[in-house]
């Protein structure tokens, strides 16, 4: 379980840990609600829905007191549901963090992730159990900027286009000649 929540920030997107919790941040122009689903440590079982309450533009977020390094988490929108608008928000159905840096299994379609049956009524059956979890990874160190040491008076830029060059060149089998393979 976690501990106090608070109002986060809206940047950056996903989930990021931080001292004593994670921000959480997630875009949604048309949701009415965003939760974030917590899981056990085998990321079957959800056992804590916390709404993100806080919204700046398009950005729902949330601060969460005591979320740590390896906890499974996914997400659920609720919004209109207005198929020919292209509006098909379904709590029911879990969302990956598309900010994720990793996740517990590899994907696998089940029935429970249409949008519609086969008679073409909404499907509300809960995805969670066949959807696999985004799991809270430490930030990544800081990557130090790097250039190559060769002088400005030493340096040659060359743009090549690649149908041009290999159109001919000899070591391209002659089927891959003028592509970019």
């Known amino acids: 379980m976690t501990g106090r929540i608070g109002p986060g920030s809206p940047e950056p997107l996903g989930l990021t840990l931080r001292d004593g919790g994670a921000n959480v941040a997630v875009h949604s122009a048309d949701a009415l609600a965003i939760d974030l689903c917590l899981f056990d ?67 696998q379609l089940h029935p429970s992730h249409y949008t519609l049956r086969q008679n073409g009524q909404r499907n509300d059956d809960d995805s969670a159990a066949a959807m696999p979890k985004a799991i809270a990874l430490p930030p990544l160190p800081p990557i130090t900027p790097s250039h190559p040491q060769i002088p400005w008076d030493r340096t040659i830029c060359y743009e090549m286009h690649p149908r041009g060059y290999t159109m001919q060149l000899p070591g391209v089998p002659s089927a891959q000649r003028g592509t970019v393979a």
């Open 41 to 107: 440590a085998d990321g079957v079982r959800e056992v804590q829905r916390i709404p993100l309450r806080e919204r700046t533009g398009d950005i729902w977020h949330v601060f969460v007191e005591g979320l740590r390094a390896g906890t499974r988490y996914g997400l659920r929108a609720h919004g209109p549901w207005a198929p020919a608008e292209g509006l098909l928000f379904n709590p029911a159905k879990l969302l990956l963090d598309p900010y994720a840096r990793a996740i517990d299994r590899p994907f």
